[in-house]
């Protein structure tokens, strides 16, 4: 009889761990309800994409809540997943079916969901926020495999949100909007709905990418006379792009966005050379790109834009950068590509977390110095006469230095001494007539291209000769 009881007790205990999970979407306490439907995408997309948890962390992690969401590797169907900057690193940290919840013990404490797979699990903290907060933050790992978030949203509230979307009237420039298809449909231009993929690029005509809970998550606008307001009442716009609209200029309402814009990109707009105060609010912003817009500086007001990740300012008329750009801990990548007056890149001294630096056609005479982690320079037609100060400009395993059209007299061999690792290293049209010894001592140099330089033919052998033995492609 006891043999019997044990027995029943432990298949009762196989049957609670089998049958755990719970509703992804949807959790009903004595606290109340709390009902996350109306913050997931429905698109097989993550609603909180590439969040990260600090400055130049390595890891980004996208969380979707109630829906799966893919993206690449081991990321199909899931909740949360995490893929390192170079995308070689990709891995489930839970789906929607291993979902739990958890009331949280006393009556302040906040709710919370845990996913799991394989070995690792996620654990989403649930902020109920008083306003119209939406954001994911990325805790950490702690411990092993086990990684922390913290979600900020009205439907984080217990009865904050019943699942449909909250129906929220918005009014701008005298008008009153209580729908995104309201919105749209108010558009004195044509906006195709989800066209079929894939879209060309650059796009030639204007569209928006709306999920099914009727909001228009992205929207891409091509040759329009100028941004109706009520575009800013869009409340889950997380990208704009606008391209080839000569008379658009960015209006400060932009703002109205920050609790959701995550990309804003604007090409070929207005010239009339400046941004408003109010876009450095974009918190949220991730990536930023204004190219040919008459740009003549950016403003300090830039260290604000604490999740920028990636700047483009390329074909404007820059003189200079501010100094804010070396202190954006979260920036990755900056172009500023075409600034014909640019002649300083000294403001990135020190960052940290810059990869790639794109400066080419513009007037720099000498690199900046300390930027430890470079790993992509590309700063072709410039005025550079030397690479000097290259040792502390990149990271020791590089992958291109991009240099043609410039003035390099020589390359001194300290520059290239600590170098251990450069796939493509670009040098043609210069006036070159040797290479230092560090250079050769260089691993995985897959190209190196040095032609139209002063060399002699009997230096020129003496290169082939070198990197025929390590199967380097020399252009000379
Ligand atoms: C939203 O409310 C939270 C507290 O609930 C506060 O910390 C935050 O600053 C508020 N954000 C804005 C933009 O008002
Ligand atoms: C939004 O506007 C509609 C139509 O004008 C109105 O019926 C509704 O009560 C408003 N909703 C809120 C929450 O103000
Ligand atoms: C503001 O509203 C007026 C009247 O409806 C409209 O003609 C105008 O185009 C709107 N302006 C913008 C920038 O949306
Ligand atoms: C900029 O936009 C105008 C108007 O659409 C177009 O004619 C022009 O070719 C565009 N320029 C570039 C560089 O794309
Ligand atoms: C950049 O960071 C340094 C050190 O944290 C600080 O002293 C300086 O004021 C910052 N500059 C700007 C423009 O934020
Ligand atoms: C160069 O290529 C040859 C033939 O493909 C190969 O045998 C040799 O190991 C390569 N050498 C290096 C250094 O990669």
Request: aromatic share 8%; with cysteine.
């Amino acid at each position: 009889m006891i043999f019997w009881l044990k027995s029943f007790t432990s298949l009762l205990v196989v049957l609670t761990t089998l049958v755990i999970a719970d509703d992804p979407c949807r959790f009903e306490h004595s606290k109340g309800v709390i009902d996350l439907r109306s913050l997931a995408r429905t698109d097989g997309k993550a609603a909180y994409p590439d969040k990260t948890e600090s400055a130049g962390a390595n890891y980004l992690y996208s969380y979707n809540p109630c829906k799966p969401f893919s993206e690449v590797g081991d990321c199909i169907d899931v909740a949360v997943c995490q893929i390192s900057r170079d995308k070689e690193n990709v891995f489930s940290l839970g789906e929607q079916e291993s979902a739990t919840w958890n009331p949280g013990e006393g009556p302040d404490d906040s709710p919370s969901i845990t996913y799991r797979s394989g070995i690792r699990e996620a654990s989403v903290t649930l902020i109920c926020a008083t306003n119209e907060t939406n954001k994911l933050e990325v805790l950490g790992e702690d411990p092993e495999d086990y990684y922390k978030f913290r979600l900020t949203n009205k439907c984080a509230c217990w009865n904050g949100c019943d699942g449909t979307p909250p129906q929220r009237n918005c009014t701008i420039n005298g008008s009153t909007y209580t729908s995104d298809k309201q919105i749209i449909r108010s558009l004195p231009f044509t906006v195709l709905i989800n066209p079929p993929q894939p879209q060309p690029s650059p796009p030639t005509f204007s569209y928006a990418n709306v999920d099914r809970n009727s909001h228009v998550i992205e929207l891409i606008l091509v040759n329009i006379p100028n941004i109706p307001l009520a575009l800013f009442c869009l409340s889950n716009l997380q990208e704009l792009s606008i391209f080839n609209s000569p008379n658009v200029v960015i209006p400060p309402e932009i703002s109205r966005l920050s609790f959701s814009l995550t990309s804003l990109i604007v090409s070929n707009i207005s010239q009339s050379g400046s941004l408003p105060v109010e876009l450095f609010n974009l918190e949220l912003l991730s990536t930023l790109s204004i190219i040919n817009g008459g740009l003549e500086v950016l403003s300090e007001d830039a260290n604000k834009l604490i999740s920028l990740t990636q700047l483009t300012l390329d074909k404007n008329r820059l003189v200079s950068l501010p100094w804010a750009l070396g202190n954006l801990s979260s920036l990755t990548s900056l172009s500023v590509n075409d600034n014909l007056h640019l002649s300083s890149l000294d403001v990135l001294h020190g960052s940290t977390s810059l990869n790639i630096l794109r400066a080419s056609n513009c007037m720099i005479n000498h690199l900046p110095a300390n930027i430890p982690n470079l790993h992509v320079i590309e700063l072709d037609g410039n005025q550079l006469t030397s690479l000097d100060g290259l040792d502390t400009t990149a990271s020791h395993t590089s992958t291109s230095f991009s240099f043609n059209n410039n003035k390099i007299v020589s390359i001194s061999s300290v520059s290239l001494a600590r170098m251990e690792i450069l796939n493509y290293f670009y040098l043609s049209n210069n006036l070159l007539t040797t290479l230092p010894d560090s250079l050769y001592l260089i691993k995985d140099m897959k190209k190196l291209d040095i032609q139209n330089n002063n060399f002699d033919a009997k230096e020129k052998a003496w290169i082939e000769g070198i990197f025929r033995v390590t199967n380097t492609t020399v252009l000379v």
